[in-house]
């Protein structure tokens, strides 16, 4: 725990920059949260999405976006459309580049469902991370690694949030329920591995009390570094081939896993274990003074 200051500067690199990027470019919100329509086309024929934007622009149609999400299958993200619509679009799609597209998918969600995600979206984390708080308090017998945890696991929400609202700008990545499930599932697995840390220096402060809680702490993070990075390097290559090889339709969500599991692993290990020693440490100074 030589270097905590240094694991918390390391830190600081990567979310102050994604704040400065959440306050001056936000978030871009999915048709999810904003409402619309999503439309995926098959043609017989490769096309490219430029052309496909242009051809509806020139009618007079809005388009959000167009992504490839498949051999020659495209996703069409609209406002709020009637059906008589979409089949004008359809319509025009087959006069322009002379042939019907296979309608695979028509899916509208209004503004009040995206609404009503978004709130539920915040109640989930500010739930999960109160049970979480108290959970890890109470098995632990000690509120100072209940709320560290907690703080390990808003480390990895400001790392997902800040670098999202950055790939958003420069890359058009999207937030949406899928981002959503991602986040959620990113935090599980921190706190999961910060419990397994924490779980290390409880069974070392039984067996060697007389030990220096810091020693304790560089013990339990020796010990447990190894397993940590084992178990997330195995999710890492699986994301890595998923990110690679899958379809555009998840491309974000298993980048938003990916991102998160690298933070997780961080977190837990070089943040979760120091801020420990960081408030021993004031508590001790506040007991001599």
Same mark, same amino acid.
């Given at each position: ?6 694991? $918390?500067?390391? /830190?600081? %690199?990567? *979310? #102050? !920059?994604g @704040? @400065? ?7 871009r919100?999915?048709?999810d949260f ?8 098959? $043609?017989?024929?490769?096309l490219?999405t430029s052309d496909?934007?242009?051809? %509806?622009k ?5 388009? &959000?976006s #167009?992504?490839n999400?498949g ?5 069409f993200?609209l406002p ?10 359809k319509?025009? +799609?087959?006069?322009k580049f002379?042939?019907?597209p296979?309608?695979i998918?028509?899916?509208?969600v209004g !503004? *009040?469902?995206?609404q009503?995600?978004l709130?539920k979206t ?5 739930l999960?991370?109160?049970f979480i708080?108290?959970?890890?308090? =109470? ?5 100072? $690694?209940?709320v560290?945890?907690i ?8 790392v997902?949030l800040g670098l999202?609202? @950055? ?8 937030v949406?329920?899928? $981002?959503?499930?991602?986040m959620?599932?990113? +935090? /599980?697995? /921190?706190?999961h591995d ?15 009390p007389?030990t !220096?809680?810091?020693?304790? #702490? ?9 397993? &940590? ?15 690679l090889?899958?379809?555009?339709? @998840?491309? =974000?969500?298993?980048a938003?896993? %990916?991102?998160?599991?690298? &933070?997780?692993?961080?977190?837990s290990?070089?943040?979760?274990a !120091?801020? %420990?020693?960081?408030w021993?440490?004031l508590q001790n100074?506040k007991?001599k003074s």
């Open positions: 725990m030589r270097y905590k200051f240094l694991y $918390f500067l390391l /830190s600081a %690199l990567v *979310i #102050i !920059p @704040i @400065i990027s959440l306050f001056v470019y936000g978030l919100p999915g048709i904003t409402g619309g329509t999503l439309v995926e086309y098959k $043609f017989t024929q490769d490219k496909l934007e242009t051809a %509806l020139e009618k007079g149609f809005e388009v &959000s #167009i992504q999400s051999s020659k299958t495209y996703l993200r709020p459309l009637e059906k008589e619509k979409a089949n004008e679009i319509q025009v +799609l087959t006069a002379g042939q019907t296979e309608e998918r028509f899916e509208i !503004p *009040i469902l995206g009503e995600l709130i915040i109640v989930a984390i500010i999960a991370a109160g708080l108290g959970y890890v308090a =109470w098995r632990f017998k000690n509120a100072k $690694f209940g560290c945890a703080l390990a696991m808003f480390h990895d929400t400001l997902m999202f609202s @950055i790939l958003g700008h420069f890359f058009g990545a999207e949406d329920t899928l $981002f959503v499930t991602a959620l599932t990113v +935090l /599980s697995f /921190s706190v910060t419990v397994v840390v924490y779980d290390r220096i409880r069974e070392s402060q039984k067996l060697l007389a !220096p809680f810091e020693s304790l #702490i560089n013990k339990a993070v020796t010990e447990t570094l190894s397993r &940590s990075l084992n178990n997330s390097l195995t999710i890492i290559f699986m994301l890595l081939a998923l990110l090889l899958g379809g555009v339709t @998840i491309k =974000w969500f298993v938003a896993l %990916l991102i998160g599991t690298v &933070s997780g692993t961080y977190s290990t070089f943040n979760a !120091p801020l %420990l020693v960081v021993h440490n100074r007991l």
